[in-house]
């Protein structure tokens, strides 16, 4: 069974840190490219972060662009998602997922097939 379960969610002030991490089981995903996306109050989803199978090519949307990062550690089969200077903007429920098909790298949901359950994570102002 494929699994993607996310941690590190919280509650933290605006500009303080938070690090996201996503463990992924079943299968091994180290030639999909993976995402972190998140969905706010009344908003659709939106991808945040995403990092291609070797990690040479990553991509963030211009919210986040200079505060997060995305790595990832194919050994261990985790993604994680540094997030610094949090703003209340950011709140939301911030969801893994795994590409559909082996080293192509998409920039929109319908690009992934597996889904964690979402962490929440809200910056109080």
């Known amino acids: 069974q494929v699994q993607l379960v996310e941690s590190g969610g919280g509650l933290v002030q605006a500009g303080g840190s938070l690090r996201l991490s996503c463990a992924t089981s079943g299968r091994s995903f180290s030639s999909h490219a993976m995402a972190w996306f998140r969905r706010a109050p009344a908003k659709g989803l939106e991808l945040v972060a995403a990092?291609?199978?070797?990690?040479?090519?990553?991509h963030y949307s211009s919210s986040v662009q200079g505060r997060f990062s995305i790595s990832r550690d194919n050994t261990k089969n985790t993604v994680d998602l540094q997030m610094n200077s949090l703003r209340p903007e950011d709140t939301a429920v911030y969801y893994c997922a795994a590409a559909k098909e082996a080293r192509n790298f998409f920039y929109t949901s319908d690009g992934y097939t597996f889904w964690g359950q979402g962490t929440q994570v809200t910056v109080s102002s």
């Open positions: 990092i291609s199978w070797v990690a040479r090519l990553t």
